[in-house]
């Protein structure tokens, strides 16, 4: 699908308002709003009458509320309702926030969203230091990185990948908006243990590589990351 667009001309004036007033716009608007989570364009369409101008209706909302309080964002190609960056200083810290991560955690978080699909061995490599569990344990918790395949190596070793969490947190709409390195050392996210030559990859996508399998409830079963019948260990 293509990436709504909401400077585009064709979403100003009597067309604008007109498909706003639509019942596929408003039922559009609805889903969206009442979604605990970021809801995908399929899951859109399923809703909606066949024919459906789904593209045309995300531009126009994507335009109606670019100036308001709340924006409607994309994020890994899923659609939701978000605070306008502007104004994050007035709104109140929820109590319940994710602790904020120790350094360590940030330059394991760093590494994983750029490395991916990248094992806790790839991890200590990049480091210099090795990664203890607890530190990957907060970023599994906070639900900003996940367990993603398995590399066709001896041992086959756990992969580790962000999620569309991470990118929602973070705002960007895929991973592949991701500040260069130089962002990251301001933000304070690359500390001085990083080595100074760190070459950052492109960000991939899902996509699996060619040594690379899926992870499975079977494998987290084995590895002990799930309990029998599929729930996580406390």
């Known amino acids: 699908m293509t990436e709504p667009d909401p400077d585009n001309d ?4 009597p067309v604008l308002a007109e498909l706003l007033a639509s019942d596929a716009a408003r039922t559009v608007e609805a889903l969206i709003f009442a979604s605990a989570g970021p809801v995908s364009t399929n899951y859109l369409i399923e809703r909606l009458p066949q024919g459906t101008d789904i593209d045309a209706i995300l531009r126009a909302l994507r335009t109606l509320y670019v100036a308001r309080g709340v924006n409607l964002v994309s994020i ?7 605070t306008a960056t502007d104004l994050s200083f007035a709104l109140r810290r929820d109590e ?15 590494i994983i969203a750029y490395h ?3 094992t806790r061995a790839e991890i200590e490599d990049i480091r210099g230091v090795q990664t203890s569990k607890g530190t990957l344990d907060v970023l599994l918790e906070a639900g900003w990185v996940k367990f993603r395949g398995r590399r066709r190596t001896p041992g086959r ?12 947190h973070f705002g960007l709409e895929e991973i592949r908006d991701l500040p260069g390195v130089d962002e990251l050392k301001a933000a304070g996210m690359l500390s001085g243990r990083i080595p100074a030559n760190l070459s950052m990859p492109v960000p991939r996508d899902e996509e699996f590589d060619a040594d690379e399998d899926p992870i499975t409830q079977l494998d987290l079963e084995e590895l002990g990351l799930l309990t029998p019948g599929g729930k996580e260990e406390e």
């Open 10 to 13: 064709n979403n100003s004036g």
């Open 76 to 82: 890994d190609g899923h659609w939701a309702f978000r």
């Open 96 to 110: 319940h926030e994710v602790k904020k991560l120790s350094r360590a955690a940030l330059e394991v978080l760093a």
């Open 116 to 118: 991916q699909p990248v």
């Open 157 to 168: 070793p756990v992969t580790f990948g962000t999620t569309r969490d991470f990118l929602d």
